[in-house]
């Protein structure tokens, strides 16, 4: 069984910076893909950013040059620094895992991961 627990999340003015974690215990794949996904009330989860075992990264349009993962000890620590952040940023951020790559866009696809953590609140004052 694989575990995820995010941190970091808080109350930020509108461009500035927060860096979320997510520490991951439990049974290791030897691929993995770990994605950071976001959703707000009312709204479908999407997805933010995904990261492979090899490293390579990967960022919807909205995150690219502003947002970036990161993972740390293999992936038993994975982060989403965030910089210049905008209000329509404001959600709840879930970390995520699937088996496998991360290429083809599957670290994008909500059915796709198999493990979730219960999520880290960020809201976004102007």
């Known amino acids: 069984q694989v575990q995820l627990v995010e941190s970091g999340g808080g109350s930020v003015q509108a461009g500035g910076s927060l860096r979320l974690s997510c520490s991951v215990s439990?049974?290791?794949?030897?691929?993995?893909?770990m994605a950071w996904f976001r959703q707000t009330p009312g709204k479908e989860r999407e997805a933010v950013a995904g990261?492979?075992?090899?490293?390579?990264?990967y960022y919807t349009d909205s995150a690219k040059d502003r947002f970036t993962i990161s993972q740390e000890n293999g992936k038993n620590n994975v982060y989403l620094v965030m910089n210049s952040l905008k209000p329509e940023d404001a959600a709840m951020y879930y970390c995520a895992e699937r088996a496998g790559g991360c290429a083809g866009g599957r670290w994008s696809r909500v059915d796709g991961m198999a493990y979730w953590g219960k999520g880290t609140l960020v809201t976004i004052s102007q």
């Open positions: 990261i492979n075992t090899d490293g390579w990264t």
């Open positions: 439990g049974y290791t794949y030897s691929r993995y893909c």
